[in-house]
């Protein structure tokens, strides 16, 4: 004769109360009677509606040509942390999408006149290729 564990029992009162195996078993561990637990039911969660504002055509930002990679990087900084933090446009995407960025990247990327900017002072951070090693260095 085989004994029924203790697991399948609470699995099966889970599923015929309508809710999961582990949301059951988690209101039993924060101090809730079966009863409580198998009868409480989850709220659906739906996601409001989040407006996202127009990019903006114009931007001039006079940036001189920077002499050096360190410059190009200070400026990319500047940029990033005055127009690219309080950007309206991506908060409210990382709102509505949240840690999935690749829509963000695209807008900022193709759309943002900011965004062409960073990358026309991208060119300048290229680093020259890396010296060969040397034969015979073993």
Known sequence: ???ESGWLRVKETAKINGISYSTYVYRIYSGQSPEEAASIQTKELTKK???????????EYN???PKTRKEAL???DN?????????EIRIAMNLRNGQNSSRLEKVCNVQCPVGNQIQELSKYLQVAPRKSVK????
């Open 1 to 3: 004769m085989r004994k």
């Open 49 to 59: 509606p989040i407006s996202i504002p127009p990019v903006r055509e114009e931007y």
């Open 63 to 65: 940036v001189p040509v």
């Open 74 to 76: 200070q400026q990319i």
């Open 79 to 87: 940029i990033i942390r005055t127009e690219c933090d309080p950007c």
């Open 135 to 138: 034969e015979g260095w073993a």
